[in-house]
């Protein structure tokens, strides 16, 4: 009955999910599929220009950063959850980041790089 009522527009998304939480639509979904798509091409263009070279490094993470948080916020629904799971998920996250920096400025410094 609930399911008959929900199609014919008379039960919100909202009492469907079983919660108070709004959650996006599909066309939102769609969107940021979209928005994704021209990230990626952006990211391809990127790495064959040979102007970019220089910077490309900096361009790349940018846009690897940016679909990352879509991805995240949308699809894993962190943006809708409540604040207690995206600390869960940010927290090591973070952590993770500044071990993997460590790592990388150690084996710079005084890795194979320097001869040692």
């Known amino acids: 009955m609930e399911m008959e009522a929900a199609m014919e527009g008379n039960v919100s998304e909202q009492a469907m999910a079983g919660h108070g939480e709004p959650h996006a639509s599909n066309r939102t979904y769609v969107g940021v599929a979209a928005v994704l798509a021209v990230l990626t091409a952006l990211e391809v263009m990127v790495f064959f220009l040979p102007s970019l070279k220089p910077v490309m490094v900096p361009i790349l993470l940018i846009l690897?950063?940016?679909?990352?948080?879509l991805v995240v916020l949308f699809f894993m629904h962190l943006?809708?959850?409540a604040r207690v799971f995206s600390g869960l998920f940010?927290?090591?996250l973070l952590i993770a980041a500044a071990i993997i920096s460590a790592m990388i400025f150690l084996y710079i410094n005084y890795g194979a790089g320097k001869g040692g």
């Open 79 to 81: 943006k809708f959850d």
């Open 64 to 69: 690897m950063a940016a679909k990352f948080a």
């Open 90 to 92: 940010a927290g090591p």
